[in-house]
């Protein structure tokens, strides 16, 4: 069978593949001051893939996950999402990019004042949707979706549990129906079930509605279960990234810490058994 790109010229060709990419970033440094944070970061992640980014403290995850939400800008180098830099600043650009990326910070960052159901609600009213039985409908999809209860969109964050709040966050994130979710240690603070029922509340989603997932974790679990690629920042360099098993396999101090200590081969010895 001929590839569907074969006849076309080669510069439509580099569009089409570039197409491909959820994010791309080619040469990437950043700096504060005279600190190095990022050097010559390059990455591609292709459409619906999961992406577990790892890496010691302070060695510039979140601030990597920020730039490639446009809330920074890089030193050096070009960030590119759903196939446009982020450098374009025309109002359609970033409309489109708004909505198409979905975030889930790191304690959920909902709104105490307002019940779940106004929380989940909020990006809509943001884009000036005022259909209320609208809102209403897709609000109470996104609540089940999420695995809870009706009920549950009249209690206020207060209310709820740690697992309960990642839940309503989740639901948020997800009513403007992103393409790519951006999540910043999506289990953190979870007790093991919760964190378990989150990881799997999160696969089910995905395998229905195939967005693309980045997202800073240091759950072991989450990176044997959920993550079909992972990424290693250490020395303010992209050390690793690639599958878990080919991560496994490469000889870095930080990876030789962190994913070859004891409980972290009981976790991985799938993988490292298949290395033997």
Known sequence: MMNSTSNLPDADKSSVAQENYAIRLEHVWTRFG??????????????????????????????LLREIIGLLIPSQGEIFVMGRPLKVTDSDHEQRLGDNCGVLFQKGALFSVLDVF????????????????????????????????????????????????????????????PELLLLDEPTSGLDPISSEDFVNLLSELHKDLHFTVVMVTHDLDILRDLCTQVAVLADNQLVAFGTLKSVLACNHPFIEQFFHNRRARRVFQFQEAAHG
Do not use: W, Y
């Open 118 to 177: 106004e929380n989940i609600a909020f990006p809509l009213r943001e884009m000036g949707i005022h259909d209320e039985e609208l809102i209403k409908r897709l609000v109470f999809m996104k609540i089940a979706m999420v695995g809870l209860a009706p009920e549950v969109a009249l209690l206020k964050p207060a209310d709820l549990s740690g697992g309960m709040i990642k839940r309503v966050a989740l639901a948020r994130t997800l009513i403007l129906e």
């Open 34 to 63: 005279d600190k190095i944070v990022h050097q010559d970061i390059n990455l591609r992640l292709k459409n619906s893939e999961i992406l577990g980014l790892v890496g010691a403290s302070g060695c510039g995850k979140t601030t």
